[in-house]
T-cell receptor, first 113, second 113 residues
Framework: SQKIEQNSEALNIQEGKTATLTCNYT??????LQWYRQDPGRGPVFLLL?????KEKRKERLKVTFDTTLKQSLFHITASQPADSATYLC????????????FGAGTRLAVHP | EPEVTQTPSHQVTQMGQEVILRCVPI?????FYWYRQILGQKVEFLVS????????KSEIFDDQFSVERPDGSNFTLKIRSTKLEDSAMYFC???????????FGPGTRLTVT
């Protein structure tokens, strides 16, 4: 079955540095991958979607890469700010073709001033 | 900016009771979903809905669950006879098409006592 792995440990970084989060997956070749932000007690907020034929996507301070050979996506936040502190979720298209998303457990990011 | 809304924000019910969770997806979206997140766990797919019928459902979505789009704007999830293990955050999401980003609502926290 599909498996998604994200760093379970929290990532602590200093304000202004670049945060890099990893999403690895096995047993599947998804057509796309999405990244979401989730704050405690709130719903996931869509950040970026990258398709299998795209190597990299950017939006403001965010960048995502998708390596279908390594079965890995990297999510970068440049010039990080304390307001970026949250849990970041990786989600893959599930099998079936009807947009079912399979989520990773998420990585908690803490940006310290 | 259009957003997915959900009501109520918190629902407390007794075991064995029926609950209906309500969602208003983004107006031009065609695909609708329910996910749930048990406290401290991953976001899990329950069901997807398109063209007034279920497209796909997970193993969690058993006979106790049903979904409906009773009019042009609402999308509901009904749990017929709630169990303690149904306690979770329930998120509604919608997308404009297949393989597009999904937008999530703020969630309904369901507590079954």
């Amino acid at each position: 079955s599909q498996k998604i792995e994200q760093n379970s440990e929290a990532l602590n970084i200093q304000e202004g540095k670049t945060a890099t989060l990893t999403c690895n997956y096995t047993n599947y070749s998804p057509a796309y991958l999405q990244w979401y932000r989730q704050d405690p007690g709130r719903g996931p907020v869509f950040l970026l979607l990258i398709r299998e034929n795209e190597k990299e996507k950017r939006k403001e301070r965010l960048k995502v890469t998708f390596d279908t050979t390594l079965k890995q996506s990297l999510f970068h936040i440049t010039a990080s700010q304390p307001a970026d502190s949250a849990t970041y979720l990786c989600a893959l298209e599930g099998t079936g073709g009807y947009n079912k998303l399979i989520f990773g457990a998420g990585t908690r990011l803490a940006v310290h001033p | 900016e259009p957003e997915v809304t959900q009501t109520p924000s918190h629902q407390v019910t007794q075991m064995g009771q029926e609950v209906i969770l309500r969602c208003v997806p983004i107006s031009n979206h065609l695909y609708f979903y329910w996910y749930r997140q048990i406290l401290g766990q991953k976001v899990e797919f329950l069901v997807s809905f398109y063209n007034n019928e279920i497209s796909e459902k997970s193993e969690i979505f058993d006979d106790q669950f049903s979904v409906e789009r009773p009019d042009g704007s609402n999308f509901t999830l009904k749990i017929r006879s709630t169990k303690l293990e149904d306690s979770a955050m329930y998120f509604c999401a919608s997308s404009v098409g297949l393989r597009n980003e999904q937008y999530f609502g703020p969630g309904t926290r369901l507590t079954v006592t």
